[in-house]
């Protein structure tokens, strides 16, 4: 159908525009910012309220580990998926999960930082 310069050409375009999109926007956030999920910092604490209206607690996949929180639900008639990662450590040991009417909140405590430990030489 077509000829090979033709051919040649949709193929550099194709890989123009697969470079493209892979480039970054600028002006864009890096998180998308949602409606349904609040954040919250506060004295060493993350406090994530998620909007669930429509799902049981047995539909909704919560995982954290040491930089991320990823929370994943669907059902028949909704899908919602979130995920952050921080920029500093959190203790996925102190997760505590409530859903109550559809509103999932989650409270994490950050790891506390530590310091550098002098060793003696024996």
Same mark, same amino acid.
């Given at each position: 159908? &077509?000829?090979?310069?033709?051919?040649?050409?949709?193929?550099? &375009?194709?890989? #123009? #525009?697969?470079?493209?999109?892979?480039?970054?926007?600028?002006?864009?956030?890096?998180?998308?910012?949602?409606?349904?999920?609040? +954040?919250?910092?506060?004295?060493?604490? !993350?406090?994530?309220?998620?909007?669930?209206?429509? #799902?049981?607690?047995?539909? %909704?996949?919560?995982? %954290?580990?040491?930089?991320?929180?990823? !929370?994943?639900?669907?059902?028949?008639?909704?899908?919602?998926? &979130?995920?952050?990662?921080?920029?500093?450590?959190?203790?996925?040991?102190?997760?505590?999960?409530?859903? %109550?009417?559809?509103? +999932?909140? +989650?409270?994490?405590?950050?790891?506390?930082?530590?310091?550098?430990?002098?060793?003696? !030489?024996?």
């Amino acid at each position: 159908m &077509w000829d090979r310069r033709t051919r040649d050409m949709m193929e550099m &375009w194709q890989d #123009l #525009l697969d470079q493209i999109e892979m480039v970054p926007m600028r002006n864009t956030p890096r998180y998308q910012q949602r409606n349904d999920v609040q +954040l919250n910092e506060e004295n060493g604490t !993350i406090t994530i309220t998620a909007e669930l209206a429509g #799902l049981d607690k047995d539909q %909704v996949d919560i995982e %954290v580990s040491n930089r991320t929180v990823t !929370i994943n639900a669907e059902s028949e008639r909704k899908n919602f998926s &979130w995920d952050r990662t921080f920029n500093y450590e959190i203790d996925p040991e102190s997760v505590k999960a409530t859903m %109550v009417n559809g509103i +999932l909140d +989650l409270s994490i405590e950050k790891k506390e930082k530590t310091s550098a430990k002098k060793i003696d !030489i024996e």
